[in-house]
Each structure stands twice: as C-alpha cells, then as structure tokens.
DNA sequence: GAGTAAGCGAGACGGTACGTCGAGTCTTGGT
DNA sequence: ACCAAGACTCGACGTACCGTCTCGCTTACTC
C-alpha cells in the first residue's frame, strides 16, 4: 500500500504552536487561520489538509494544552485539597481569562471542541475527585452528599469567579473554599 | 429639552423579538446584525442607535428575559434556598447555553458589556445572598465562612456545571447543593 | 422612495482604471480581483457590489474602452465603407487579443456576459449595415445577396484573423475587404 | 541508451481521452489536470512527466483532434466550395461553442496552443484554400483578390458567427456565403 | 540473475485567486 | 432628531487549481 509523500511533522508543530500563540492574545475569536498558517510559514492548504476548520485546529490545540500535572497524594487530605485548589486557581489566574472564556463558548458552540475541553479540564481536576473521595473515607467529611457534588463546590466557584462575577481568585479564597467544605480543623 | 423626531418605542420590541428569535436557532454567533434588523423591518442604523454593539444588544435582550423573580422570604430559609437555586438552575437551563457562555466571554473582553452583565446576575444572585445571611443569623449555618462564599458554592456551581463540565442542571442538583451547604435537616 | 446612500461615482472610475492597467499587463488571467480591488484603495466587497464576477467586470471595461465612433455617412459608401472597417480592425489591433478572445469565451459560456458582449459588438458594427444597405440601394453591390451577409464578410474575416489564424490586421488588409465586396472602383 | 522502466504506452492514450472529455465539457478553464488524472486512473507526476503544462497537454489533445478530412476535388469548384464550407460549418456547430472559445483564447493567451491550434485550423482549411485558387484559375472568380482572402471571406464568417453573434449556423448560410464569393452561376 | 535507473501511485506542499459573509460606520433623502 | 436604504471598510473563511516535491514500490534493461 503505497502512501504518498508523508506529511512533515515539523509543520503541525509549528503551526500548533503558532495557534497557541495566536489564541493567547486574542482569544478564539482572535485566531485567524490566515495569521496561523503565516506565523507558521505555512501554506493555508497544508493547515486545512491537517484541520477542517478553525474549530478543530483549536480542539487539537486544546489537546495539546493537556499537560500531566503530577499530583502525589500525601497523608494528609485537607493539606492536599488546599493545595490542589489553591493550584488551580492559581493556574486559572495565569491565563487571561478571555481565553478561558472564549474557550468555554467556543466548546458550548462546537461540540467538537466541547468534547476536547471537557476531557481537558476532566483531566485537569481528576486528582481533585480522588482526593475528596479520600477524605470521605477518612472521615473527614459528611457522608451525606456525593464526592462529585463537593468536587463542584471546590472547583465551580473558581470558574463562577472568574467568569461569572470576575473577582480574584486569591490563594486566600481558595483556602476559604476548603475550609468551607471541609469545616474547621479540628484541635485534639 | 428634547429636539427632533421622538424614537419609535414600538421599534425597540420588534428589534429584541427578532433578536431572541435569531438567538433561538443560530445562537450567538448564528445571530445576524443584518438578519435581525430586516425581521424587524427596521434599517440597521435604527438598531445601532439604540445598542452599540451585538454583544450590548445581547445584553439588553437577556435583560429582558430575565422575567422578575418577585420573592418573598418565608420563615424558612432552607425552603427558601432551595427554591431559589432551582428557580436559578430552571433559568439557565432553559437559556441557550451558547448564549450564556458568549456573554461570559463578551463580559471579559469588553468591560462595558462586562459591568452590564455583572450588574444582571449581581441581581439574580442578590436573594440568595439575602437568604443565606439571614440563614447565618438564624445559626442554621456554621460562621466559620462569610455569607458571600455559600452563595458562590451555591450558585458557582450551576454556572461550572453548564459551561465547563456540560452536565444538566436538574432541580434534583440543586436541591443537593442547599443541602450540602446547610447540612442535613436536624429532627427535633 | 428612499434611496439609501448613493454609490461613490469616483470609485466606479478608479476601479476599471486599475483593472485596465492589470489588464494590460496579465492579460486577463493576470487581472486579479484582490489586486484591482487594493490599486483602486477600496474594499472587494465594493468591486463584488458592482460586477458579480471577474468576467462582468471586465465585459464592463470593455464597454468603457469602446470609444463612441462618431460616423458622418458621406456620399461615398465606398469610402465610408474602407472607413468603417479599417476603423474597427484598428480598434481590434490595439486591443490585446487574450482579451478579446476571453470575451468571447465568457460570452459563450455565461448568458449574461454574452448578452453584453453582442450588444456592444452590435453597437459597433451598427454603421456597417447601413453603410452597406446604402450601397446596396445605390446599385454599387450585387443585389442577390443579403447585406447581413456582406456585412459578415466585411466584418467576420477580422475576427477570424484575430483569433483563429492570429494574423495581422492592418489598414490594407481591411481595403482589399472592401475591395472585395464592392468588387474594383469603375473608372469613369 | 535507455535504461530503467520504459513508460506504459497505453497511459498517454487514456490520459488523452480523459483530457478530451473534460475538453468537452468544462472548456479549457474547466479541464482540470487533477480530474483528467484521477479520470485516467493515473498519478499527477505521470502526466506531467509526458506534458509540462496544461497548455501542452491540450497542445498534444488538438493535435490528435486532427483527423484528415479526406477530400476528393471534384470539377466543379462551385460544388466542391459549397460542400466544404458546408461541412466545415456543420463540424462547428456539432462542437460545444463553449470549446471552440475556449481553445482560441488558450490559442491566444499561450503561444504554444496557439501554434498547435493554428496548425489544426490550417489544415483544416487547407482544402478550401485550394479549391478558391483552382476557381481563380479557372476564372470563376475575379481576380483582383487574393485567394486567401476570399478563404477569409468564406470561413471567417462562421467563426464570426459562432463566437461574436451568437447566430446558428445553417447549410443554408453555407451556401449563400460561396454564392456570395463566386457570384451567381451563369447560365450558358 | 543481480543492479539499477526510470516509471509509477499517492499525496503533501507552496502559492495564488476566488467569491462570500459578518460587524460597524457613513451618507443620502425623507418624516 | 429619527428613520429607511444601502454603500463602504475591514478582515476572515473555506475552496479550487496549478505545478513541484517526496516517498515507496515496480519493472525491465544491462552488466
């Protein structure tokens, strides 16, 4: 079975990299696959044979995006759930919230890109989930709710934050957050 | 002292009915300039006179969307919550998500789209805000946290579930997140 | 009746000033709508507006460049006739042949274009036939032949010239047409 | 000496074909070499390897388009004129008008299709050219013209019809064209 | 009979142009 | 002032075609 020239590898990089660039400033909207394919020095056909379209260049970007954050749970659940919060705010903080935002209509638009965002973030907050499972285990928490449900009220107040009322996400407030869900330490 | 030709006030309520009738199928983005101003019959200048953009446009019809959600505290703050966040989570649930989401997006590029949108879910949100603090008072709820984090870990994650995760906003979610805040009803 | 913002006449001109220079260089495959649109320093879309495609535009240069041949029949058919004909095949000569052979083209290809196209073909040969006509009635042409048919002979053979044998067309040629036709002046 | 593997003969024939089709119906603009290609069931590379460019491929497509038009010079030029220009006029109105343009703007535009087109025509017109001289001699015609130029004022006509005015091309146009070169037939 | 040069299929690639669409601004004439 | 109509700019989108290129495989001539 004959293949053809192969495709050069180098170029998807560039050009995700290039889109990267792109998305960073002005948002999905921003993007312009003229501009991609240019920064890229890039034919647009070349991008167009890898992508049918805007939406799905950013979906492969977005999977990209996906880096491991390695997270090692230690003994210690509520120290963990601070700092998975606190570095997720802290990691939404960073990006310019106009991307987060595009990004989240962007995947309400294109189910395509939904499904990619989805498994991003999915990805993003799994060790949250666990660790709140945990912590149910341990005790630490009532029982009468379901993890899911705390993981929501961990996480979703960030994104409520930032896109909703557009306050700060401070370290402070992530701390508060656990500490509301988590109740008060308990002095022995 | 007002000069000149008085505006068509009839002219304003077939602009938005057109407009909420494009946001109805195309969403956001489906939503025309053009298009929503030959329904309505009007020229397009007549539209830009009364919303600087398609984003204020946008504004103003969820603004009248929103119906008024005329709420009388009862003596029971839990009952109270509960129907609120349902009322909150039937709204957004019935609005288009796309719709929602390109508002948050629009409301973190422009900062005049930003305050419209802030000041109409500030709005929204305010009897919650009411409830929860008169919950506090009634000692229904620990003090260890401020009134204004329960409202984010109550309406937070409505907002986390439609646009990040995708998930559907049933009555039963929000009735979860009450209880998950006030803890499970005490007999007496 | 309203009538909306009248069309800028200026740029009208400006644009098929600057499809002709293209046109002069390219020929009509080098004319590009983008380049037109950009020497004329106005927008595509405004070019669009007035000629549906590449092939109206320049069916509307041609129409421009076809100077109105004013013709002063005299009494002398003979002479009005080699007139006539040098005439046109001096307009044929200075115009570069791609151009209109690509007329032709798009003349038999698009209903619309062709429809153009004959009428300012016919516009031209228009004096031809009442010359002709003229000498018929004033006995200097055997009459057992249709002047449509003379004028065909006078007229075809500078086409055919042009486009299928790419010979020149020079003032002599267009004599002995007429010669030809009208057969040798009487001496007296 | 050659070496290495001889092309497949049969290639060039199908390559041809298919070229001549599209031919047919999409005119010179509209054979595009991927189809002819992909119609011949063979790679772009091969086609390029045996013509350089699309004008040559159509350059090589005219020249097989030659078939010798057998003709049998009979004794009466009269007849044979009327049976050729009659014949020639018919192989044009069988022919797509569309191609006939076509191939005279290629003909212009590109020197070599020009050449080759020309060389088909020539050939094409040959005969004609050779009965109007046998005619001269013989003193059916007056010769105060050249011959070549009555060969315009036969064939020109039609091709002057078919791709300036648009009108049909009937036997009976055919016939009136000789009568009107030679004159009417005199009767003995 | 093993090498090897060329032919071949498949398809990537750069480049250029096309025609369309949407947002927002501007310019008329008329109310 | 307001309104209708519509021209105008800017910028993006996705498609089509041409001619070049790079693979890996195949074929026949040559040594």
């Known amino acids: ?12 990089g560039r050009l995700l990299a290039a889109a990267a660039e792109e998305l960073r400033h002005g ?16 034919a647009k056909t070349t991008l167009y044979r890898r992508w049918a379209s805007k939406a799905e260049l950013v979906v492969a970007l977005i999977a990209m995006m996906r880096e491991e954050i390695p997270f090692e749970p230690s003994d210690d659940p509520r120290a963990d759930l601070t700092a998975l919060v606190t570095a997720i705010a802290a990691g939404l903080s960073e990006t310019p919230t106009t991307l ?50 705390l993981v929501d009220q961990l996480v979703g107040p960030l994104y409520y934050r930032l896109l ?15 500490l509301s869900v988590l109740g008060p330490e308990e002095s022995p």
């Not at 948002?27 to 890039?42: F, H, K, P, T, W």
């Not at 990004?103 to 907050?125: F, Q």
Request: no cysteine; proline share 5%.
């Open 164 to 178: 909703v009322t557009q306050e700060p996400l401070t370290p402070e407030y992530a701390r508060t957050l656990v």
């Open 27 to 42: 948002g999905y909207d921003g993007l312009s696959i003229d501009r991609v394919a240019e920064r890229a020095g890039v």
């Open 1 to 12: 079975m004959t293949r053809g020239r192969p495709r050069d590898t180098a170029i998807e």
């Open 100 to 149: 987060i935002a595009d990004l989240a209509a962007a995947a309400a638009r294109e189910p395509r890109v939904g499904e990619s965002v989805r498994a991003l973030w999915a990805e993003r907050h799994g060790a949250v989930t666990a660790v709140v499972a945990k912590a149910q285990e341990a005790g630490l928490v009532l029982d009468h709710v379901a993890p899911a449900l």
